[in-house]
């Protein structure tokens, strides 16, 4: 078996539109925080599938950590592993990336947000979707999957973003009608990916804590101009 056998099926759970009452839109300090509740209880699946049905699934996005949480569960049913296990052998080993990877009270891995990578490896798999799956001269992701998964499954609804297969994709450039792939993790944790530019760029946070400073978002344009300026200056130079 390897990464790319698997089908390239469209899921609510992959695209946030699970339709389950959820609210994670609130502090993470906040007790009715749905992701901090789930957290709490022992079963995390059970938690998430427990929540009431609000909409049709695939037709509202709703950012839902739980489902992601889900998705472990759903990988072991069909797989009868661990998506720890699987991704150690077919990932991370050929890639060269060493990782932390903490697991709920069940045992299953936590996938919602229990993956500690160093900025290197984290960008190493940024550069794997750049180079279409391929890493060293052998396929280790199918392309097609690669595709679909930064293919607008989702529109979020804030300054044009969308969502692919669990990869936030971030407008840019004048016309608004590029997109960055980007992993926007907890606390902070960011990824862009830039294939017209060739470019990774990885940010570490820790902002989980209330503040009354406005976070500022205009990370991905402020690299974009510094990258424009330095093609233009190695320009000029002849370089």
Known sequence: RDLHSFPTRRSSDLTMQSGL???ED???DDPKN???????THDWVRYVIDQPMVDDPGTKFVYNSGVTELLAHVFKKVTGENVDQ???EYLFKPLGIQYFWKHSPTGLPDTEGGLYLAPRDLARLGQLLIQNGIWEGKQIVSPLWIKESITPQADVGEGGWKYGFQWWLAPYGDAKDKLAWTAEGFGGQQMFVIPEYNLIAVFTGWSILPSTEKEKHDQLERIIAATDKGFRCGAAAGN
């Open 86 to 88: 699987y991704a150690a």
């Open 21 to 23: 009452e959820w609210h």
């Open 34 to 40: 749905s992701a901090d509740v789930m957290e709490a």
């Open 26 to 28: 609130l502090a993470y």
